[in-house]
Structures are given as structure tokens and as C-alpha cells.
């Protein structure tokens, strides 16, 4: 009886390891398909070339200012969401969690909001549900934007599209025709991902729900945007992290020739397409976000081989920022006392 219980525990614990394993595993494999398939013919050495010798590194540096101000700012939101529950993080420790959360994100996709909130946990005694429901707020305020920013794009560029087919002699069938089967594959797996973990999302809401103690919390949480002392500045602060997202983008059309060229149109088309791209639960968006933003670009007249070029080299280098960031942070930290030390 002893040894049956024993291994019943065992295939329990084994069943979850499996499952832990398969989700952390799904996002990496779905973007690195995405990128086998979009790079399989790609020449690397000519890349190589532009990447050494004909790139603007002054201004794919100075993009990466807005990298770092966009996490600044929104570890001081964060701050000012948190007031209201009385909680008062430091600002800095608030601003090393987003650091964090966000390399945290790039070896488990999503997992940036639970690590942040145990940043804030374990340094300033904040309450974790307190502190996620803050973040769930967040992330409701910046999906409201950038839906409200996408409905103005897509009205913005109905008579732009129009005019891009006219003078082109295309229209919407043709480029319908030359999306490949396997790009239309690539994007149904995307969209079944995305469906997925939303579902998935939910269902943990759910159990949530259940445990009446740390749904109040969360609530309150969520609901601390109306406590907030200066709205005004929250309007700010959200606007001051797009738009630091924004050019930490656009700058970097600057880096090369072919794009040097490329309208404010084409930057905030492709970068609303991008954002959204990203809800599929890949690293850092690495595969939806460069086959997104590509599209955007070909559509737009980019080459397709500039195109590649331009996503693969951008998404690469700004990347590479959040580990960088996320270690800095975790430095600076660990010359800290966590919390309970203190009061113990």
C-alpha cells in the first residue's frame, strides 16, 4: 500500500514536471520554426557584411536609450499604481523588478508578471496579489491604447491603401495569392497559439477565483486606478512608455539604407503590427514579431531580403538589452536586505 502510494506521488509529480517542461518548451519551438522557416535561405555572410560594415551603429545605440526609458517609466507607473493600496515600494526596487521581469520573460514566456511582483515581495514587503492586480491593470490600460491607436491607423490608412494599389496596379487578391501555404500555416498556428493561451489564461483566473482571500486582493488590485492621486501624470507616464516603445523602433530605421527612407506611416503601421504580435507567448515575440513586422514591410515595397535583414538584426540587438538590464538589476539587488531580514 506504502510503495503504491509512493509511486502515485511520483507519476503526480511527473505529470506536472511534463506539463511545466511542454509549456516552457511550446513557445521556443513555435518561434524557432517560425525563424527556421523564415531564414532557411538566408545568407548569413552577406547579413554579416551589413551588420559590420554598412549599419549605423551610432543610431541602432541611440535607439537603445528609449529601450532602457521605457522601463524606467514604467517601473515609476508602477510605483503610482501601488500608492493607493498602501504599499510604497522604492522607486528603484520597482524599477529593477520591470528589469527583471522582463528577462525573466525570455526564458519563460509571461512569467515577467509573477517574477516582478516577487521582486517587490521579497525587497519591500508588498503584497503579492495586491501587486498583480496592479499589473493586470497596466496591462488593461496599454491594451486600450494600442487598440485605440490601431482603430486610428486602420482609418488613418484606408485612402492610403487605396492609392498604394492604384498606383501599383495590385490589388488585395494578388497579394492574397502570393502569401505562400506555408505563411498561411505560420499564421493559422499563431492565431490557435494566441486562442490557446488566452484560454489558458482564463482558466487560471478561474481556480483563482476560487480562493476568496487572494481574489480581494487582486481586486483591489485592479481596481487601485481609481485611487490614483494624479491621473494626469498616469496618463503621462503611459503615454512616455509607447512612446519610448515607439522610437526605440523607429530610430532604428536610420541603421540601414533601405529603410532610411521608409515613411512615419510605415513605422507606426508596422510597429502597431508588432505589438500586437507579440501576444503569441514566444521569447521576447522572436518568430510572430519578425514575420509580422516583415509582411508589414514587404507590403509597404520593402525587398523581401531587406525585409528579413532588417527584422532579424533590429529584433537581435534590442533583445540582447533585456538580459543585460535583467542582470544589472539583479546585481544591484543582491547588495540589498530582503524585507523579512529587516523586521526579523
Not at 502515485?8 to 513557445?27: E, V
Amino acid at each position: 500500500m506504502l510503495c503504491a502510494a509512493k509511486l502515485q506521488l511520483f507519476l503526480m509529480n511527473s505529470n506536472k514536471t511534463l506539463k511545466k517542461a511542454i509549456n516552457i518548451a511550446i513557445p521556443f519551438v513555435l518561434g524557432g520554426g517560425i525563424l527556421w522557416w523564415m531564414y532557411r535561405d538566408t545568407d548569413f555572410h552577406a547579413m554579416e557584411e551589413m551588420l559590420m560594415h554598412e549599419m549605423d551603429w551610432g543610431w541602432m545605440l541611440f535607439s537603445l536609450v528609449f529601450g532602457v526609458t521605457a522601463q524606467l517609466f514604467r517601473g515609476i507607473r508602477w510605483k503610482q499604481t501601488l500608492e493607493p493600496l498602501d504599499e510604497h515600494p522604492r522607486i528603484m526596487d520597482c524599477i529593477h523588478a520591470v528589469f527583471i521581469s522582463y528577462a525573466s520573460s525570455l526564458i519563460i514566456p509571461r512569467s515577467g508578471e509573477l517574477s516582478r511582483c516577487g521582486v517587490l515581495a521579497r525587497y519591500d514587503g508588498t503584497s503579492f496579489m495586491k501587486s498583480l492586480g496592479t499589473v493586470v491593470t497596466e496591462r488593461v490600460i496599454d491594451s486600450l491604447l494600442i487598440l485605440f491607436i490601431t482603430l486610428v491607423v486602420i482609418l488613418s490608412q484606408v485612402t492610403i491603401f487605396s492609392s498604394f494599389f492604384d498606383q501599383t496596379g495590385t490589388n488585395l487578391g494578388d497579394i492574397l495569392r502570393g502569401f505562400t501555404t506555408t505563411g498561411y500555416i505560420v499564421t493559422a498556428i499563431c492565431l490557435v497559439i494566441t486562442l490557446g493561451f488566452l484560454w489558458i489564461l482564463m482558466k487560471r483566473f478561474t481556480f483563482m477565483e476560487k480562493l476568496k482571500d487572494m481574489v480581494n486582493k487582486l481586486k483591489e488590485g485592479i481596481l487601485s486606478l481609481r485611487g490614483v492621486q494624479n491621473k494626469g501624470l498616469f496618463g503621462f507616464y503611459t503615454l512616455a512608455i509607447w512612446g519610448s516603445y515607439f522610437l526605440h523602433y523607429w530610430i532604428t530605421f536610420q541603421c540601414f539604407d533601405f529603410t532610411a527612407n521608409l515613411s512615419f506611416t510605415v513605422a507606426i503601421v508596422s510597429f502597431i503590427v508588432g505589438s500586437i504580435s507579440v501576444i503569441v507567448p514566444t521569447p521576447n515575440g522572436a518568430g510572430p514579431w519578425h514575420f509580422a513586422v516583415k509582411t508589414i514591410l514587404v507590403l509597404y515595397g520593402l525587398a523581401d531580403t531587406d525585409a528579413v535583414t532588417f527584422v532579424l538584426i533590429v529584433h537581435t540587438i534590442q533583445t540582447a538589452l533585456v538580459p543585460l538590464l535583467g542582470v544589472f538589476s539583479l546585481v544591484a539587488l543582491s547588495f540589498r536586505t530582503p524585507y523579512k531580514n529587516i523586521n526579523h
